[in-house]
């Protein structure tokens, strides 16, 4: 089956801990991306990846970093973990290229809590 | 990347046809137009995508007039269980940033 599995799916840590959230995707996507979902704000993005080794900022990618190392996997990494980066977090990916994707396939989503 | 706006929120009852629109005026030659629905602590999910024109699959319906300013997706006799958040999104695939915005929030009534 298609698709972007996460891990974990739900994770309480301590401030300053480090963390680390996998993606891996089975469908050969270029393109790989992170968001965070907070209420009222929507879905923002973090980072995103075009190809193995090829990442750049999204919207709110401050306290975060990411490794595209193998195409199937994004790795998004909470070097220090601060309560404001409590959140619910998704994986998505896609084809990449100019005009039609045919859309991108979200993980179930990884909700942090930072105490 | 085309900036969108969509409606916050909708209330429907059941049984009914539920039309939300996005506006999109800086939409770019090579962009195409798609919604996802999401339901809650869920991720969003893939219904529609279109260039031009109308599209339908066996969800939805996506109206798109010919100056492709703006996209309607038409719901047919929704349910209980279509009450989710809809976003419009708006972009060319796959090398850029992808801002998906607040969404509508469609809530049906019984």
């Known amino acids: 089956e298609a698709q972007v599995t996460q891990n974990p799916r739900y994770l309480i840590t301590v401030t300053g801990k480090k963390l680390t959230v996998t993606c891996s995707q089975n469908?050969?996507?270029?393109?790989m991306s992170w968001y965070r979902q907070d209420p009222g704000l929507g879905l923002r993005q973090i980072y995103y990846?075009?190809?193995?080794?090829?990442?750049d900022k999204g919207d709110v990618p401050e306290g975060y970093k990411v490794s595209r190392k193998e195409k199937r996997n994004f790795p998004l990494i909470l070097e220090s973990p601060s309560p404001n980066q409590t959140s619910l977090y998704f994986c998505?990916?896609?084809?990449?290229?100019?005009?039609?994707?045919?859309?991108?396939?979200f993980g179930s989503g990884t909700r942090l809590t930072v105490v | 990347l085309a900036k969108t706006t969509q409606p916050i929120s909708m209330d429907s009852y059941e049984g009914q046809e539920v039309n939300i629109t996005c506006s999109h005026n800086?939409?770019?030659?090579?962009?195409?137009i798609t919604w996802y629905q999401q339901f809650p602590s869920q991720g969003p999910r893939f219904i529609i995508q279109?260039?031009?024109t109308k599209v339908t699959n066996e969800v939805a319906s996506l109206f798109i007039p010919a100056d492709r300013k703006s996209s309607t997706l038409s719901l047919p006799r929704v349910s209980l269980s279509d009450t989710a958040v809809y976003y419009c999104?708006?972009?060319?695939?796959?090398?850029?940033?992808?801002?998906f915005g607040i969404g509508t929030k469609l809530q049906v009534i019984p």
């Open positions: 998505a990916s896609s084809v990449a290229g100019t005009g039609r994707n045919y859309g991108y396939t």
């Open positions: 469908m050969n996507h270029e393109y």
């Open positions: 990846s075009m190809n193995v080794e090829v990442t």
């Open positions: 800086n939409i770019a030659t090579n962009d195409y």
């Open positions: 279109g260039y031009k």
């Open positions: 999104l708006v972009d060319s695939g796959g090398y850029q940033k992808v801002t």
